[in-house]
């Protein structure tokens, strides 16, 4: 309860002051919206932003720390951008994800399945052999500009 707001609400009136929010501004220079607000709950920007930080601030220190040693020169760091922590979870998952996977090779004798081939329609196998004869006309034509014939 460091903020103005919270300092306000907790001070005792002054006799013969009414316990309003309108007085309790005027004397403390508070708004009186600010003083309801936090009357009935809600928290200043710095409590908020202290509960929406990615990293508690001995993390950042050690991040902090980290960073200066890393750096060689005298040249200011380049900080991180914005996305980094969300990138960090995305390479560890994808390990873990690898991981998992190899484990489950392993546990299955380490062979690796191999599905079968569906025998062709009578559609399919036309149109296949109809681009087999197109492809092979074009790199013909293709072959003919190159030589000139």
């Known amino acids: 309860m460091s903020d103005r707001a919270s300092k306000a609400l907790t001070e005792a009136s002054l006799p013969g ?12 220079g508070v708004p009186m919206t600010t003083l309801y607000y936090r009357d009935h709950g809600r928290r200043s920007k710095e409590e908020k932003a202290q509960g929406q930080q990615y990293l508690s601030p001995s993390e ?26 969300r990138m960090t979870q995305r390479r560890s998952q994808k390990k873990h994800m690898l991981q998992k996977n ?3 090779r392993e546990n299955a004798g380490g062979s ?7 025998p062709m ?7 296949q052999s109809q681009h087999q004869s197109q492809s092979q006309s074009q790199s013909q034509s293709q072959s003919e500009k190159w030589h000139g014939r």
Not at 112 to 118: A, F, G, P, S, T
């Open 17 to 28: 002051e009414p316990r309003t929010y309108d007085a309790t501004s005027k004397r403390s």
């Open 112 to 118: 690796v399945r191999v599905l079968e081939k569906q």
């Open 60 to 85: 950042e220190k050690a991040l902090e720390s980290i960073a200066r040693r890393r750096s060689t020169t005298n040249k200011a760091t380049k900080p991180p951008s914005k996305n980094w922590r």
């Open 121 to 127: 329609t009578l559609n399919q196998s036309q149109n």
């Open 102 to 104: 190899c484990m489950q």
